[in-house]
């Protein structure tokens, strides 16, 4: 927590020595730190109306906008589920919590034993904590929550989903920290059986009781420019459209339980997604559509609601935000777990010293009330795996106008998530020969990426002239390659060692 906030927001919380942040203005009731739900979705990118689609029915993330705090420039760290639902609940890269990929079945990664998770921490300060849906990290002991409640009807059924957090949100003995994951819009699912030859890519199939099924015309759905307007990609992003639909209707039953609860003004929500849509050019890629991903913000405490910030946020921000509104202002580093490197980049530990736990992120809390903050305009990215036969380390930095992308295993062909390889999207491309276009990019430059890769956002907003080699661009090139290694070597990166090897 900044000073500036820590002399702002001071109580005294009465379960030990955990000092809270909360309004000047609040009344007794509001003497404990604020309930949390971080509601995350699977594969979502910046795709609802308070983004400007004005297609996609979203009313309750747009009125949960309005009445908080939308980000234009949040950034997942990796764009990849179990790496990236790693850092959101860490606070750590990926490269250093050990979550380098996938957690499931043969793909087996697992983060390091000495993490300290996000539930972890806030449940030795006095909270609740519960989960519900998507979990996909590892080990359980170091993500671990007190409570699993049931999804009853699958996690693409939001709003059953909310009604059996019900009985969790009205316990008011404790504040509570509800991690809320939705199985919407991954890919999932096969063919309609009763229209062959049409996708049912995202669980449209299904009919999901208690919800209103919305329905969109592939005539009328957007196509960005990073996708091919083809009838394929249109087909599929009508179905992706109304999974995000389903997901809307989740949050608005979730606010509703909070309301009834009487814990809606206790109560900061975060909306997030962990990587963008699961088409080819987003997910398990670097490039904006990948990374550049929703975040909304609701606080109680807010005075301007309603608030558009240009911050530049990431997921590692995220643990050491909802901390900093629970009033957890340090972290006591646990012992060494043997294998595990020492303490993620933080203060060397011997035997008997407490040394501070350091989060390679910081909190945004200070910014939700600044649309053009100082001090917030770069961000990191890290990410190596997705699938274990996926192996493609790339490292970002990203500033308000350039991203420089680094492929550190540049020689292989970038390789491909199965489901987004059988996209009718993709396939209905891979028709065409090598220098087809898939968007704005031809598929072979798709395929065959270099060492460095240098947009200028400003003036290139799809990533599509390299400017790494050009001489005019050398001094901002020389830049951020510098500063891209001194972050990896701050965070101890193991793949800092290609620099001398190769």
């Not at 309750?60 to 790496?83: I, Q």
């Not at 062959?196 to 669980?203: I, L, T």
Request: hydrophobic share 35%; with cysteine; proline share 6%.
């Amino acid at each position: 927590m900044d000073t500036k906030t820590h002399s702002f927001f001071m109580r005294a919380f009465l379960l030990g020595a955990l000092v809270i942040s909360g309004s000047a203005g609040t009344d007794a009731a509001q003497a404990r730190p604020f309930n949390v739900v971080l509601f995350v979705a699977d594969d979502h990118g910046q795709d609802m109306g308070c983004y400007g689609n004005k297609v996609i029915q979203t009313p309750n993330m747009d009125r949960l906008a309005g009445e908080g705090t939308l980000f234009r420039n949040a950034f997942c760290t990796t764009a990849s589920c179990s790496a990236s639902r790693s850092v959101i609940l860490s606070g750590l890269h990926n490269h250093a919590n050990g979550q380098y990929g996938h957690q499931h079945s043969f793909h087996h990664f697992a983060a390091f034993g000495s993490v300290r998770s996000l539930p972890v921490i806030l449940a030795e300060h006095g909270y609740r904590t519960a989960r519900i849906g998507k979990f996909h990290v590892a080990p359980e002991a170091v993500f671990h929550f007190e409570t699993v409640l049931p999804s009853g009807q699958g996690a693409r059924h939001s709003v059953q989903m909310a009604e059996n957090c019900r009985e969790f949100i009205a316990d008011k003995s404790k504040p509570f920290f509800l991690y809320f994951c939705v199985a919407d819009p991954h890919r999932g699912g096969g063919k309609l059986k009763d229209k062959p030859g049409q996708p049912d890519a995202f669980g449209c199939n299904v009919k999901y009781a208690g919800m209103v099924d919305r329905t969109y015309d592939p005539k009328d759905v957007i196509v960005p420019a990073w996708l091919p307007d083809t009838p394929e990609c249109r087909a599929e992003l009508a179905q992706y459209s109304q999974a995000v639909s389903r997901i809307d209707e989740g949050i608005g039953r979730l606010v509703q339980l909070l309301k009834d609860a009487g814990q809606y003004e206790r109560t900061v929500i975060i909306y997030t997604s962990d990587n963008g849509p699961a088409f080819p050019g987003a997910k398990t890629t670097l490039y904006e559509p990948g990374m550049k991903l929703p975040l909304i913000v609701r606080s109680p405490d807010q005075k301007k609601r309603g608030v558009v910030t240009d911050a530049m946020v990431s997921w590692v921000d995220i643990t050491p935000t909802i901390l900093d509104f629970a009033g957890v202002k340090e972290v006591i580093a646990p012992p060494l777990v043997q294998g595990d490197p020492e303490d993620m980049g933080g203060p060397k530990r011997g035997p008997g010293r407490k040394v501070q736990y350091n989060f390679h992120g910081r909190s945004f809390r200070s910014v939700l009330e600044q649309e053009k903050p100082e001090g917030w305009n770069e961000v990191f990215a890290s990410h190596t795996f997705h699938e274990i036969t996926m192996y493609y380390p790339m490292r970002v930095i990203r500033t308000d106008r350039y991203k420089l992308i680094l492929n550190l295993a540049h020689q292989l062909p970038y390789p491909f998530a199965s489901d987004l390889y059988e996209s009718s999207t993709w396939q209905s491309v891979l028709k065409g020969d090598s220098t087809a276009l898939y968007g704005k990019r031809r598929v072979s430059d798709y395929l065959q990426r270099p060492r460095y890769e240098l947009y200028d956002l400003q003036n290139d907003p799809h990533e599509i002239v390299n400017l790494a080699a050009r001489p005019e661009h050398k001094a901002v090139f020389d830049d951020l390659s510098a500063r891209l290694k001194a972050y990896q070597q701050k965070t101890r990166d193991p793949w800092i060692s290609k620099y001398e090897y190769e």
